[in-house]
Structure formats: structure tokens, C-alpha cells
């Protein structure tokens, strides 16, 4: 079945500077990719995905980029705000019939003012 | 504003109690799942049921039993749980199991067990 490994466990930047989350998957002909930020006492939410025949995803300071060849994709986050501080996870969906999502660990984000 | 709900948000129950968490989800999907999330752990995918079916069981103690009675409730029955079942229960639900469409969660139930 899938696999996915997520770095790093925690992460802590200064305000204004970018942060990059990445993911490796194992399974070569997964698909599908959704990002989700849990902020703390509060649901995980989607925030952007992206499917395997697109290799980039931009949503304002979000984006996503998707090697296929090496099996990874990252969350990038630019011009980082105190309220981007979550556990960030990722996920990844294989092919075939009955085949939930398979989460990464979380990345724990805090961005310091 | 959230298309699932889960009851209660806060549980609290000794050892040799019976409960329930429930779970419903107001968007139409025929997906539903269960999941446990601990401190410093990963999500735990539970259970999943598609169509009121169940096709996963992650090798979860019998001590949680779900129930998915139709597409918009999902239900885990609680009884004789340990110390360390102590988490947060997340509800989640999507269209189908074998499409690409993420999946919503609901705000979970804090689980204490004493």
C-alpha cells in the first residue's frame, strides 16, 4: 500500500519569510495530493491539491509543486503570517477501487513575529 | 461553518462505561470515516465506510464499534476502553471512496478517559 514520509516534524521561520514543507510518496501511480492545515483545537482543513497530471498549484502565498519522476511534492508557503502557524499534513490517494487518503506525519509551522 | 458535525466536542467516561460518538455530515457524500489523533502522532485512519458499508478496519480493538446506520450518520460505540484510547476522534466524510476529491472533517470529540 502507500506510504508517506513528511519533512520536517516541526518548522519555525521568521515572519515575511517562506516556508517549505515536502512529502515523498511510495506508491508511483498515485494521483491525487490535498494539503491540509490544522490549527491548534480545530479541525484539519484542505487548503489547496493538486492531481498528477499538473506538476504546479499556486493560490495566493500557497503553492504546491509535484515530482512525478521522484515521487515528492512540497507545500510552499511565501510571505509567511503568525496565523500560518498550524501542524501542516499532507496526503496522497493511490489508484484503484477502495483507496482512502494516506497522511503524512504533520509538520508543525510556527512563524515568529 | 463546517458540513460535518460531531457530538459531543468533550467526553469524558471511566473505564467501564458505554458511549457513543456520532457523526453526520450534511453534503451528500457517501464516504465517511473515523479517525483517532493523539498527541504527537499522525492521523490513525479508524474506520471507513462507503454506501453504509464498511470496507476498512485498520486493526482497531473490538472496544470501538462503529455503525453507519446511512450515508449522512456515522457512529463509533465506546465500551470498556483503556488510558491510552485518551484522543481526538475525527469524523470525515467525501463524495466516493475512489474519486479525487479530498475528504472534510468535522471538529472531532476530545476523548478522557480516566
Known amino acids: 500500500g502507500e506510504n508517506v514520509e513528511q519533512h520536517p516534524s516541526t518548522l519555525s521561520v521568521q515572519e515575511g519569510d517562506s516556508a517549505v514543507i515536502k512529502c515523498t510518496y511510495s506508491d508511483s501511480a498515485s494521483n491525487y495530493f490535498p494539503w491540509y492545515k490544522q490549527e491548534l483545537g480545530k479541525r484539519p482543513q484542505l487548503i489547496i491539491d493538486i492531481r498528477s497530471n499538473v506538476g504546479e498549484k499556486k493560490d495566493q502565498r500557497i503553492a504546491v509543486t509535484l515530482n512525478k519522476t521522484a515521487k515528492h511534492f512540497s507545500l510552499h508557503i511565501t510571505e509567511t503570517q503568525p496565523e500560518d502557524s498550524a501542524v501542516y499534513f499532507c496526503a496522497a490517494r493511490g489508484v484503484g477501487g477502495n483507496t482512502p487518503l494516506v497522511f503524512g506525519k504533520g509538520t508543525r509551522l510556527s512563524v515568529i513575529a | 461553518e463546517t458540513g460535518v458535525t460531531q457530538t459531543p466536542r468533550h467526553l469524558v467516561m471511566g473505564m467501564t462505561n458505554k458511549k457513543s460518538l456520532k457523526c453526520e455530515q450534511h453534503?451528500?457524500?457517501?464516504?465517511m470515516y473515523w479517525y483517532k489523533q493523539s498527541a504527537k502522532k499522525p492521523l490513525e485512519l479508524m474506520f471507513v465506510y462507503s454506501l453504509e458499508e464498511r470496507v476498512e478496519n485498520n486493526s482497531v480493538p473490538s472496544r470501538f464499534s462503529p455503525e453507519c446506520p446511512n450515508s449522512s450518520h456515522l457512529f463509533l460505540h465506546l465500551h470498556t476502553l483503556q488510558p491510552e484510547d485518551s484522543a481526538l476522534y475525527l469524523c470525515?466524510?467525501?463524495?466516493?471512496?475512489?474519486?479525487?476529491?479530498?475528504?472534510?472533517f468535522g471538529d472531532g470529540t476530545r476523548l478522557s478517559i480516566l
Open positions: 453534503l451528500g457524500h457517501n464516504a
Open positions: 470525515a466524510s467525501s463524495q466516493d471512496l475512489g474519486i479525487n476529491q479530498p475528504q472534510h
